[in-house]
């Protein structure tokens, strides 16, 4: 099994739609991190978590939110899907507790198409 | 401001030729990272450095702190090292990463 495993990894939905996107991991860390991905662009920041108790926004947050619902579980929902929000997204996690967060290990990744 | 630059942004090699992908960035890091991205769009960690020089198999990672630069070199390229390759630094406990270098090794 996937060490990070994202759920959908493809889905087609329509403007004004309710999205969740999941993303469950086996690491035992506690950073989790929800990217997006779009042509011409580098992963940019959407939110983060550093503990279950915690969630920050990233650079580019609004239209989505965010659920820690334990040490393994960051889901990513878009309340009211927009055809700007097609993109690729990306879960990773890395990183626990004080210490510097090493390695990055991502998910297969959840192509999201909006129409 | 947290900038990293790749360059070249696409690159064709023959099978066989030595490669080289260059980063720079534009702040001081904790460590910097390279990073590999399939056609299927996964994308898995290859080096994470903050001093001198990695090597693992045909690929080769160095990084100049003072300079700010970073190199990821691939000896006897290979069809199969075609993908994308993306550098991200660490500042703080966020990454921040390049748009990448698309690779393509023609048999």
Redesign the interface.
């Given at each position: 099994d996937a060490d990070v495993t994202q759920t959908p990894r493809n889905r087609i939905t329509k403007t004004g739609k309710r999205i969740m996107l999941e993303c469950s991991q086996t690491k035992g860390h506690d950073r989790m991190y929800w990217y997006r991905q779009d042509p011409g662009l580098g992963l940019r920041l959407i939110y983060y978590s550093f503990d279950v108790k915690d969630i920050n926004k990233g650079e580019i947050s609004d239209g989505y939110s965010v659920s820690r619902q334990a040490q393994a579980k960051f889901s990513l929902s878009l309340e009211s899907a927009i055809p700007n929000q097609t993109a690729l997204y990306f879960c990773a996690t890395g990183g626990s507790g004080g210490r510097p967060t090493g390695e990055l290990f991502f998910g297969e990744g959840s192509r999201l198409t909006v129409l | 401001k947290n900038e990293?630059e790749q360059s070249p942004q696409n690159l064709t090699a023959q099978e066989g030729e030595f490669i080289t992908i260059n980063c720079s960035y534009s702040v001081g890091i904790?460590?910097l990272?390279w990073?590999q991205q399939h056609p299927?769009?996964?994308?898995?960690?290859l080096f994470?450095l903050s001093s001198g020089k990695k090597k693992h198999g045909r690929l080769i990672a160095t990084i100049n702190i003072q300079e700010k630069h970073s190199s990821l070199h691939i000896t006897a390229s290979h069809p199969r090292d075609s993908a994308v390759y993306?550098c991200?630094h660490?500042a703080g406990?966020?990454?921040?990463?390049?748009?990448?270098t698309s690779l393509t090794v023609i048999p």
């Open positions: - | 990293v904790s460590a990272h990073l299927g769009g996964g994308i898995v960690s994470m993306i991200a660490v406990n966020q990454f921040y990463f390049g748009t990448g």
